[in-house]
Structures are given as C-alpha cells and as structure tokens.
C-alpha cells in the first residue's frame, strides 16, 4: 500500500476546507484509494489548551457530505482515526 501525505492547507489556518475542498481532492485518488483522517479528540490536556481540534462527527458529516463512505475508524486513545473510501 502506497501513502501519500498532504495537508489541505485551510485545515491548517483553522477553517474547514469544507466538502468542496474534499470533493475536488477526490480526483487525485487512484481508484480504490483511501482518505485516512487522524486529529486530536478534544480528550487531552493538549487539546485544551489550544482548542484546535474537530470532533470526529463533523469529519464524518463533511466527508460524507463529500461522497465519500467511512470505511474505517481504528480506535486512538486520545485522536480521532478516520478512514474513507
């Protein structure tokens, strides 16, 4: 399996890339291809702190919103892991 990590830069200055952002990262999918999602669960000292975190259901909710289907979602003891088709 082949990984190929990218940052969707939006997501880094604290706003959403949205499901339109998501939708166009779709095209550069190979077919059967995967989204894999990992963020703080807001269960941590850290998350506190900085509050810079998004519950797992909006990942869900935006993702699916996008047309892709949870695929996945490995349990993390503080972080959220989500995996998409």
Request: net charge positive.
């Amino acid at each position: 399996m082949q990984s190929h990590p990218c940052r969707l830069q939006s997501a880094a200055r604290g706003r959403s890339p949205g499901r339109h952002g998501f939708r166009n990262a779709r095209r550069y999918l190979r077919p059967g291809g995967r989204v894999a999602i990992i963020d703080l669960a807001g269960k941590g000292w850290f998350d506190g702190i900085f509050g810079h975190w998004t519950p797992a259901a909006t990942i869900r909710e935006e993702m699916e919103a996008a047309g892709y289907r949870l695929d996945a979602e490995p349990p993390l003891p503080r972080q959220s892991f989500l995996i998409f088709r």
